[in-house]
Nanobody, 115 residues
Framework: VQVVESGGGLVQPGGSLRLSCVASGLTVSAYNTRWHRQPPGKEREFVAGISSGIGVTIYADSVKGRFTISRGAAVNTVYLQMNNLKPEDTAVYYC?????????WGKGTLVTVSS
């Protein structure tokens, strides 16, 4: 099983980025997918999630209205569209695919929001 995040980079405040999370080696249809982030010197925190099946979404209060989690046309891909980025969004962003006690994580992608 492999999970790979991509799409991070340096962006100015107010800008946008779209992160991708691709899973391979598992039957993704039954998995819930979540994005998390770890700001420098802080604990990892939940950002957004999308459930298996009908795709119910949930967001941390800090990103509601700015970030959108969605599935790609390829079922093994989940995106995180991030708009109106703020310096406090700077972090390494991770995704995980979870089903029961099976839980697979990627190595993360760095997002830096700075002028």
């Amino acid at each position: 099983v492999q999970v790979v995040e991509s799409g991070g980079g340096l962006v100015q405040p107010g800008g946008s980025l779209r992160l991708s999370c691709v899973a391979s080696g598992l039957t993704v249809s039954a998995y819930n997918t979540r994005w998390h982030r770890q700001p420098p010197g802080k604990e990892r925190e939940f950002v957004a999630g999308i459930s298996s099946g009908i795709g119910v979404t949930i967001y941390a209060d800090s990103v509601k209205g700015r970030f959108t989690i969605s599935r790609g046309a390829a079922v093994n891909t989940v995106y995180l569209q991030m708009n109106n980025l703020k310096p406090e969004d700077t972090a390494v962003y991770y995704c995980n695919w979870q089903r029961g006690n099976m839980d697979y994580w990627g190595k993360g992608t760095l997002v830096t929001v700075s002028s």
